[in-house]
C-alpha cells in the first residue's frame, strides 16, 4: 500500500540558510500535518492543512511556513536556520470523515541537521 | 497546561515476557489515545487507540487499558519479542472545535527486549 513520502530523507544546511521539505500524503488522504521530533524527544505538532487551507497551528516558528498544494501535497519552508532547528521533520496525513479526521499516518521523515 | 507523559524512559525485558508500558495524561477531558511504535529512523506506527468510552482494548498481542479515574493508561504487549524492540508514545488525540485534529505526544518510553 501506498504509504506518506518525504524528501528529501536527509538535508544538511547551514546557519542562516533555507530549507524545503516536501511531504506527498497518502493518494486520496486531503489533511496533511507536520511534526518536529528533536533528539530524544518526543514529536511536537508543528502545522496542519486540510484541503489547501491551514486547520491547525502549533509551536511553529515564524521563520517557518508551510502550505498545501492542490495536488494535495504540502511543503514546509524553513529560513534564517538555527542549530536548535536540527531535528526530525514528520509529516503525516489522513482523510476527513463527516467533518472529523480519521487516523494519522506517518511519513518516514526529513533528518535536518543544521550547522 | 496539557500533558501527556510516561513514567519511565527506558524497559529491558527478556524475550518471551509480556512488557507493560505506562503514560498518565491530565486534562480529564481527554478521550481519544493512540500507542506509537516508533523504530529507529522511522515514522511513529500505529498499534492500538482506545476512546474514553472503554476501559480495555485489545489487538494481536497488545492491549491498551484506561483508567480515567486516575488518568493513566497502558500498553501491554503479550510475550514481547525482539521486534517490538523500539520507542513507544502514547499521544492524545486532541480534537479542535473545528473538527480537526492534532496529536499531543507524551515522552517515549525505549523498550528493549533481549533473546
Known amino acids: 500500500a501506498a504509504g506518506v513520502i518525504q524528501s528529501p530523507r536527509h538535508l544538511i544546511k547551514e546557519k542562516r540558510e533555507t530549507a524545503t521539505l516536501k511531504c506527498y500524503p497518502i493518494?486520496?488522504?486531503?489533511?496533511v500535518y507536520w511534526y518536529q521530533q528533536g533528539p530524544g524527544q518526543d514529536p511536537q505538532f508543528l502545522i496542519s492543512?486540510?484541503?489547501?487551507?491551514?486547520?491547525d497551528k502549533g509551536s511553529i516558528p515564524d521563520r517557518f511556513s508551510a502550505q498545501q498544494f492542490s495536488d494535495y501535497h504540502s511543503e514546509l519552508n524553513m529560513s534564517s536556520l538555527e542549530l536548535g532547528d536540527s531535528a526530525l521533520y514528520f509529516c503525516?496525513?489522513?482523510?476527513?470523515?463527516?467533518?472529523?479526521?480519521?487516523?494519522?499516518?506517518f511519513g518516514p521523515g526529513t533528518r535536518l541537521t543544521v550547522l | 497546561g496539557e500533558s501527556v507523559g510516561l513514567h519511565l524512559p527506558t524497559l529491558s525485558v527478556q524475550e518471551g515476557d509480556n512488557s507493560i508500558i505506562n503514560c498518565a495524561y491530565s486534562?480529564?477531558?481527554?478521550?481519544?489515545f493512540i500507542w506509537y511504535k516508533q523504530e529507529s529512523g522511522k515514522g511513529p506506527q500505529f498499534i492500538i487507540d482506545?476512546?474514553?468510552?472503554?476501559d480495555k482494548r485489545q489487538g494481536q498481542r497488545v492491549t491498551v487499558l484506561l483508567n480515567k479515574t486516575v488518568k493513566h493508561l497502558s500498553l501491554q504487549i503479550a510475550a514481547t519479542q525482539p521486534g517490538d524492540s523500539a520507542v513507544y508514545f502514547c499521544?492524545?488525540?486532541?480534537?479542535?472545535?473545528?473538527?480537526?485534529?492534532?496529536?499531543?505526544f507524551g515522552t517515549g518510553t525505549r523498550l528493549l527486549v533481549s533473546p
Open positions: 503525516a496525513s489522513s482523510w476527513m470523515t463527516s467533518g472529523s479526521a480519521n487516523e494519522q499516518f
Open positions: 499521544a492524545e488525540n486532541k480534537r479542535m472545535n473545528t473538527g480537526f485534529q492534532k496529536l499531543v
Open positions: 493518494p486520496r488522504h486531503d489533511t
Open positions: 492543512f486540510y484541503e489547501k487551507m491551514q486547520s
Open positions: 482506545i476512546r474514553s468510552n472503554m
Open positions: 486534562n480529564s477531558a481527554s478521550d481519544y
